[in-house]
């Protein structure tokens, strides 16, 4: 049993940033990587971010490498994403979830970006 509750996004012009949370409860979050997802209109959910149970290691898509970074404070059962440089190809809705997305869905945090 675990819950996952994404939250930070917003609409934001083309070029700007937001950060996104990720609350996660319900096990023992310190265990377990973490990543993030986003699934924009009409398209398959893909991989976007993900982070070590320590957060020692990261890995990202190639569309988002060196403009997002993911993070994660285990005190808090909270990881993030921040992400700069946004494009309108980012526009989606963002979910966290382990690495491998085997856990139940979150609502998901919608991020609009605009020209």
């Known amino acids: 049993q675990v819950q996952l509750v994404e939250s930070g996004g917003g609409l934001v012009q083309a070029g700007g940033s937001l950060r996104l949370s990720c609350l996660a409860s319900?096990?023992?979050?310190?265990?377990?990587?973490m990543a993030w997802f986003r699934q924009a209109p009409g398209k398959e959910r893909e991989f976007v971010a993900a982070?070590?149970?320590?957060?020692?290691?990261?890995n990202y898509a190639d569309s988002v490498k060196g403009r997002f970074s993911i993070s994660r404070d285990n005190a808090k059962n909270t990881v993030y994403l921040q992400m700069n440089s946004l494009k309108p190809e980012d526009t989606a809705v963002y979910y966290c979830?382990?690495?491998?997305?085997?856990?139940?869905w979150g609502q998901g945090t919608q991020v609009t970006v605009s020209s």
């Open positions: 319900g096990r023992t979050f310190s265990s377990y990587a």
């Open positions: 979830n382990g690495p491998e997305g085997v856990a139940d």
């Open positions: 982070i070590t149970s320590s957060g020692d290691r990261t």
